[in-house]
């Protein structure tokens, strides 16, 4: 049914931007893009055992307040006098009791506009399961952007849904955390699969008034088999709206996602906390100064360690540029294909750092109702297509809760292995995958169909000695293990370098004074990591 689509003008392009280009995501000239950070927050991690009296006394001489406390990770949430973020954070940085102070940074939800015109063919009814090329791609005639014309696909250049879903549709009990702009669980296509809505952002509602989320919720999980809408990859998995991205600049001007730091790290945490099993984080940026978050860094270390597999989308600039949470070595980073099973024209990519690849252009999914202008309870229900990572993300999200139900008990790390191990290396016409990732495109039904789990990740021991030479601050890093490829090597969360994997590693941290340094190495582009080891000045 034609009123069931989203008919604007244009479509919006859900794409991860680390800076908006001009006029970039529907701002009117004149409209300034949004700040990297709050200006009047800041993120604070103090040392273990650190005295109550110590802490008061430092946030008293910076003028702050403590907002909110992270205590599973040590991290306080201040709010600081505005315009005071730089000053702030040297005057922590100089207090011995203090492991990090850093922005509560912005990470943007961009929506930019793309020209195509959204009309369903007609003669299908209300399933739309044969638009949906990124689960079964049947070369079926589709809308091209460029051409204007309904331009064939590339036969099986796909995931494999309907093979998967003979091997597991997953369950009920397993539950997949929306982190991102909310979800509207009324629509017909979610309707009974939100477990619950919760809000950790500066918005008044918990409702999805960009459409993001929704759309990304549908692509992992909208109700299936049910003759309405879409198929969701995790057909019988359900999910939680743990609202992380607002509104910016207000509900009323709503042509950006804003998703703060602080509340990233709220919802990575009440998601680990609370029996979520997958995590699906469609929002990042690049690095800067103070980039990656230390804070959201322990974040993603205390959700995994919880059990939950995490994924995120890799970002939309056509580079290797890394992009944060996606880029943390916890995470599986996803970059997006096409029809064709090409690298989309948008995807990041980096096989030092992207996991694996999915489908994420014109990606067909449940939009919120309002878009269409039918009411919220609408039996037909609104849908958009919608290009970017950030819908690439959430089909591995979805074969990952697919993934848990099949094999019952298996851990994050295994499950994480499936998923990757299985991914095709070689697309539908002939494409080298880790050309641009580290594994390859998804496929779910290999991934279901593993003869024996995956090994378990190789041990790396790493120890770090400090020393000075005329006064400069430097550290020597030693580590053993089994790790195949090249190595991260991380100083407080941040990705110092990638180098071979021989053992060594001379940091050069050419400072003076006092200073407290936190070590990892990883294998990159997996979860295989080292134990933390910690220089102290």
Same mark, same amino acid.
């Given at each position: 049914?034609?009123?069931?689509?989203?008919?604007?003008?244009?479509?919006?392009?859900?794409?991860?931007?680390?800076?908006?280009?001009?006029?970039?995501?529907?701002?009117?000239?004149?409209?300034?893009?949004?700040?990297?950070?709050?200006?009047?927050?800041?993120?604070?991690?103090?040392?273990?055992?650190?005295?109550?009296?110590?802490?008061?006394?430092?946030?008293?001489?910076?003028?702050?307040?403590?907002?909110?406390?992270?205590?599973?990770?040590?991290?306080?949430?201040?709010?600081?006098?505005?315009?005071?973020?730089?000053?702030?954070?040297?005057?922590?940085?100089?207090?011995?009791?203090?492991?990090?102070?850093?922005?509560?940074?912005?990470?943007?939800?961009?929506?930019?506009?793309?020209?195509?015109?959204?009309?369903?063919?007609?003669?299908?009814?209300?399933?739309?399961?044969?638009?949906?090329?990124?689960?079964?791609?049947?070369?079926?005639?589709?809308?091209?952007?460029?051409?204007?014309?309904?331009?064939?696909?590339?036969?099986?250049?796909?995931?494999?849904?309907?093979?998967?879903?003979?091997?597991?549709?997953?369950?009920?009990?397993?539950?997949?955390?929306?982190?991102?702009? *909310?979800?509207?669980?009324?629509?017909?296509?979610?309707?009974?699969?939100?477990?619950?809505?919760?809000?950790?952002?500066?918005?008044?509602?918990?409702?999805?008034?960009?459409?993001?989320?929704?759309?990304?919720?549908?692509?992992?999980?909208? %109700?299936?088999?049910?003759?309405?809408?879409?198929?969701?990859?995790?057909?019988?998995?359900?999910?939680?709206?743990?609202?992380?991205?607002?509104?910016?600049?207000?509900?009323?001007?709503?042509?950006?996602?804003?998703?703060?730091?602080?509340?990233?790290?709220?919802?990575?945490?009440?998601?680990?906390? %609370?029996?979520?099993?997958?995590? %699906?984080?469609? =929002?990042?940026?690049?690095?800067?100064?103070?980039?990656?978050?230390?804070?959201?860094?322990?974040?993603?270390?205390?959700?995994?360690?919880?059990?939950?597999?995490?994924?995120?989308?890799?970002?939309?600039?056509?580079?290797?540029?890394?992009? =944060?949470?996606?880029?943390?070595?916890?995470?599986?980073?996803?970059?997006?294909?096409?029809?064709?099973?090409?690298?989309?024209?948008?995807?990041?990519?980096?096989?030092?750092?992207?996991?694996?690849?999915?489908? *994420?252009?014109?990606?067909?999914?449940?939009?919120?109702?309002?878009?269409?202008?039918?009411?919220?309870?609408?039996?037909?229900?609104?849908?958009?297509?919608?290009?970017?990572?950030?819908?690439?993300?959430?089909?591995?999200?979805?074969?990952?809760?697919?993934?848990?139900?099949? =094999?019952?008990?298996?851990?994050?790390?295994?499950?994480?292995?499936?998923?990757?191990?299985?991914?095709?290396?070689?697309?539908?016409?002939?494409?080298?995958?880790?050309?641009?990732?580290? =594994? *390859?495109?998804? %496929?779910?039904?290999?991934?279901?169909?593993?003869?024996?789990?995956?090994?378990?990740?190789?041990?790396?021991?790493?120890?770090?000695?400090?020393?000075?030479?005329?006064?400069?601050?430097?550290?020597?890093?030693?580590?053993?293990?089994?790790?195949?490829?090249?190595?991260?090597?991380?100083?407080? *969360?941040?990705?110092?370098?990638?180098?071979?994997?021989?053992?060594?590693?001379?940091?050069?941290?050419?400072?003076?004074?006092?200073?407290?340094?936190?070590?990892?190495?990883?294998?990159?582009?997996?979860?295989?990591?080292?134990?933390?080891?910690?220089?102290?000045?």
């Amino acid at each position: 049914m034609r009123h069931a689509v989203f008919l604007a003008p244009f479509v919006a392009a859900c794409l991860l931007l680390a800076q908006p280009p001009a006029h970039a995501g529907g701002l009117p000239e004149g409209v300034p893009p949004p700040p990297r950070f709050a200006p009047d927050q800041l993120l604070v991690a103090f040392k273990p055992g650190t005295a109550g009296a110590q802490i008061a006394q430092a946030h008293a001489a910076a003028g702050a307040q403590v907002i909110k406390r992270f205590d599973a990770i040590g991290v306080q949430l201040l709010a600081i006098p505005s315009g005071a973020v730089e000053a702030s954070i040297a005057l922590y940085e100089r207090n011995p009791n203090v492991r990090y102070a850093e922005p509560n940074f912005h990470r943007p939800l961009i929506l930019p506009t793309e020209g195509r015109d959204p009309m369903l063919p007609t003669g299908l009814g209300t399933e739309y399961l044969a638009l949906q090329w990124g689960l079964n791609n049947t070369a079926q005639a589709l809308y091209d952007v460029a051409s204007g014309a309904n331009v064939t696909g590339t036969l099986d250049a796909d995931i494999d849904a309907p093979e998967a879903w003979d091997l597991s549709r997953s369950n009920e009990n397993t539950k997949i955390a929306i982190l991102d702009s *909310g979800v509207e669980c009324t629509h017909v296509d979610l309707l009974g699969k939100c477990v619950e809505e919760r809000n950790f952002t500066a918005s008044t509602t918990t409702a999805d008034l960009l459409g993001h989320g929704t759309h990304v919720a549908g692509i992992a999980a909208a %109700n299936t088999n049910n003759g309405k809408g879409t198929a969701g990859v995790g057909w019988n998995a359900r999910i939680g709206s743990l609202k992380v991205c607002h509104e910016w600049p207000s509900v009323d001007f709503p042509y950006l996602g804003m998703c703060d730091v602080a509340d990233s790290v709220a919802g990575l945490m009440y998601a680990a906390d %609370n029996g979520y099993r997958v995590a %699906n984080m469609s =929002y990042g940026s690049d690095p800067d100064p103070y980039s990656p978050s230390q804070a959201e860094s322990d974040a993603i270390k205390y959700a995994w360690s919880k059990g939950v597999v995490l994924v995120a989308a890799a970002g939309n600039d056509y580079a290797t540029t890394r992009h =944060y949470p996606a880029a943390f070595p916890e995470v599986i980073s996803v970059a997006a294909t096409d029809r064709h099973d090409n690298l989309a024209y948008f995807s990041s990519f980096g096989s030092s750092w992207v996991s694996v690849a999915a489908p *994420g252009h014109d990606i067909l999914s449940a939009y919120p109702n309002v878009a269409c202008s039918i009411p919220p309870d609408d039996p037909e229900g609104c849908y958009n297509w919608l290009s970017g990572t950030s819908m690439a993300s959430p089909h591995v999200a979805g074969l990952a809760a697919l993934v848990l139900t099949r =094999y019952a008990g298996i851990t994050n790390v295994q499950a994480r292995a499936y998923i990757e191990n299985s991914a095709n290396a070689q697309g539908a016409l002939g494409q080298n995958f880790r050309a641009w990732v580290r =594994y *390859g495109r998804i %496929n779910a039904h290999l991934a279901l169909t593993a003869d024996n789990p995956p090994p378990p990740p190789a041990t790396i021991t790493l120890s770090a000695t400090g020393y000075k030479v005329k006064g400069q601050q430097k550290a020597d890093l030693q580590w053993t293990g089994s790790a195949a490829g090249s190595m991260d090597i991380l100083r407080n *969360g941040s990705i110092l370098t990638t180098t071979g994997n021989d053992g060594a590693y001379t940091d050069p941290i050419n400072r003076t004074g006092g200073g407290s340094y936190t070590y990892r190495v990883c294998e990159t582009g997996t979860a295989t990591c080292s134990n933390e080891a910690v220089v102290v000045f």
